[in-house]
């Protein structure tokens, strides 16, 4: 039987680090989608006053939603808080079938998410009595609110999976394994 040497279990151990590190990137979360209130296809009896996408991270204050109502109004506003990213919408908005495109670049890893979903809201539009809101621009950072609602369901990850973190690890690792193996070659 074979004995291990100091140096082999020090290299068996720093290589399943490695190992257990460079898996683990691919399990990292982003921004991704976790609820909507209202949620993806439900039917409502009266127009949301706002539209919440919650997301499993932070937003940046550059997330948005477009939210629009059968005549191709969008929402008035959109706002970031906690998790959340928060449309509100129009009291003159219409009933029908809503369509919603939101998209957020995660203020913990910088991944871009998308995502798309539609709900609707009981009733006819009457399309020729108003003029369409106005195009939502940069989201404002509204105050903190515990508000847990969330929505979007067809999300995307922009994430160009590259294991940024894991690599460079394991350029450390086999750094220090080099200069341990320098030391021991040199007895």
Request: aromatic share 4%; with cysteine; hydrophobic share 35%.
């Amino acid at each position: 039987m074979v004995e291990s040497s100091p140096m082999r279990k020090l290299i068996a151990v720093l290589v399943t680090m490695m190992w257990v590190l460079l898996g683990a990137s691919s399990a990292l979360a982003h921004g991704d989608y976790v609820d909507s209130s209202p949620k993806p296809d439900e039917v409502l009896d009266a127009v949301p006053a706002e539209i919440t996408v919650t997301l499993s991270e932070p937003p940046t204050k550059d997330s948005s939603i477009v939210a629009k109502d059968p005549c191709g109004n969008t929402v008035e506003s959109v706002s970031v808080s906690n998790n959340d990213i928060i449309a509100v919408v129009s009291p003159e908005a219409h009933p029908g079938d809503w369509r919603i495109k939101w998209e957020t670049i995660s203020a913990v890893d910088g991944h871009s998410t998308t995502g798309t979903f539609k709900f609707s809201v009981t009733g006819d539009a009457d399309c020729t009595e108003e003029e369409p809101l106005p195009e939502p621009t940069t989201p404002e950072t509204g105050p903190e609110d515990d508000t847990d609602d969330t929505s979007a369901t067809d999300a995307e990850s922009d994430d160009d999976g590259f294991p940024f973190v894991p690599v460079v690890l394991g350029g450390v690792v086999l750094i220090a394994l080099g200069a341990v193996g320098r030391r021991f070659g040199s007895r």
